[in-house]
């Protein structure tokens, strides 16, 4: 069997109405292992643009959801893909083709998040 992993985007709602959104971090699952990374620097483009409650709530869903233990299982990952709030939204788990490393983890995450070009921590 050819090695493979899921992943699922977790977006940053800007605007309901006409779906705007910002992708904020990923979800990895290898075999069951759940591990999440986010970009700071991304979630933060979107403090000007949400009041303050918002951008706190989110701030603090996005922030704090590997750590939660809120990504318990890819079926609670694909349920929260089907149920999002009007902050924050996940993308179904899509299946890839790739040997789940972290350089394949590393090109996901710089695919579909943050590519980080002056080489500081995000």
Known sequence: MKPQFQ?????????IETTERLSLGIIYVDDNKIDYKYS????SVLKPLL???SYHALSTIVTSMGKNNNLKSPERINYLSRYSNNLIQFSPLTTIDLEPTPKNYKWLFETYVFKNHNNSKD
Do not use: A, E, M, R
Not at 40 to 43: R, S, V
């Open 7 to 15: 992943y699922s985007i977790v977006y940053g709602l800007l605007n």
């Open 51 to 53: 009041n303050q409650n």
């Open 40 to 43: 700071q620097k991304k979630l």
